[in-house]
């Protein structure tokens, strides 16, 4: 038989390639909180326009996105031609990996980051190397920096972190991209800026102007709630964007995403109440399992990673299959190592409601 290319005993540790969709029994109804998506759903004028080219699926996309590159550079103030897009953001973390990593070459990224680092690692064979991070969850930067060594390739840094949901403030980035040797390209994962309201966090996309080696990745499946629809993009140095688009697919967002994302940015308004209330649902569920005696990190997006207790009646697995008995879907965080967490989106306000409900018999 025929030899896999990726070498098996990279295989990750994270359970990430197994993951399944759940759906709605037929007639029933499920709360899925499980993978970061947005509780809010999508602007009705993406939603029409994604209905819309949907009529005409004879027809290629446009193999560059255009419009939506032009429409990402108006509105973020930044060259169109520095802009890649991608069937999610997720496609081009493995373009960077495909075109920067080799077998024998390292990836770094911090201990708790997200999953898909380790994965797009793996599949070129490049070894994944883990930073520790600070006892409160957090991207250490020095950690980062004493990692490096003359393989490493690529350092992938995701602000706001995934599963943590923790931020890197910006006085810490800034000390990254400035020690870090330029022959390293940095990835700034940026899947979740349109979220946090701190004044420390950066979305990274300052860094990119005068350097050859920083690429920030953005999506609209969060904020914008087009997760089905596989849409993200990447801003790098001309030479970087070059490269990579080479190496992606052709014709890798297709006409239905390209025309929905187009719509949803020009709704920001729909985008600013997302923002707002899945703040307010957010410190609700924040305060709300305080009150349970949990303790959810200080998350900054549309989820939270709760910490359960060591006792063996209130586990983190115990309560993942309890809230599961309820119809509510929440991700087990072990695969990451964080054996102790659930990490739980944050739902709408009845979807909140049952959350802390379930939880609160679950904890008696
Ligand atoms: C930190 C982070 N980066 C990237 C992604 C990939 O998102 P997408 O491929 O939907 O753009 C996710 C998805 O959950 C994420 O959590």
New binding site residues.
């Given amino acids: 038989m025929t030899q896999p290319i990726v070498p098996t005993p990279y295989l990750p540790d994270t359970g990430a390639l197994g993951m399944r969709k759940l759906m709605p029994p037929p007639g029933g109804t499920l709360i899925d909180l499980s993978l970061?998506e947005s509780s809010w759903g999508a602007s009705p004028a993406a939603v029409e326009a994604a209905r819309a080219r949907a009529e005409v699926p004879s027809r290629y996309p446009d193999p560059m996105s255009t419009a939506l590159r032009e429409a990402i550079g108006a509105h973020h103030a930044i060259d169109p031609e520095q802009v890649i897009c991608g069937n999610?953001?997720?496609e081009l973390l493995d373009v960077i990996a495909r075109c920067y990593a080799r077998p024998g070459d390292e990836v770094l990224f911090p201990r708790w980051g997200?999953a898909?680092f380790g994965v797009v690692a793996m599949r070129v064979g490049a070894t994944a190397v883990k930073a520790e991070e600070t006892a409160g969850y957090v991207t250490d930067v020095d950690a980062l920096l004493a990692a490096v060594t003359e393989r490493t390739r690529i350092v992938f840094v995701?602000n706001p972190n995934?599963p943590t949901g923790t931020i890197l403030p910006e006085a810490e980035v800034t000390r990254l991209v400035e020690t870090l040797p330029p022959h390293i390209v940095l990835v700034l994962?940026s899947?979740y800026a349109e979220y946090p309201e701190d004044p420390e966090y950066t979305d990274g996309m300052a860094y990119v102007a005068g350097r050859q080696n920083v690429v920030v990745t953005r999506?609209f499946?969060k904020g914008y709630g087009l997760?089905a629809l596989?849409v993200?993009w990447a801003y790098g140095p001309p030479a970087m964007i070059r490269v990579m688009n080479t190496v992606r697919g052709v014709g890798n967002v297709n006409a239905v995403a390209q025309e929905a994302a187009l719509a949803a940015l020009a709704d920001q308004p729909f985008l600013s109440r997302v923002r707002r209330e899945t703040a307010v649902e957010r410190t609700r569920l924040f305060q709300g399992l305080g009150a349970l005696g949990l303790a959810p990190l200080r998350g900054t997006c549309n989820f939270l990673l709760i910490r359960f207790p060591a006792d063996t009646n209130h586990t983190a697995a115990a309560a993942r299959r309890f809230l599961l008995d309820r119809g509510i879907v929440v991700n087990h965080t072990a695969p990451y190592g964080l054996d102790g967490f659930v990490r739980c989106s944050v739902g709408l306000p009845q979807e909140v409601d049952a959350v802390l409900a379930a939880l609160g018999d679950f904890m008696v």
């Fill in positions: 970061n999610g953001s997720e997200f898909q995701a995934n994962d899947a999506t499946s997760a596989r993200g």
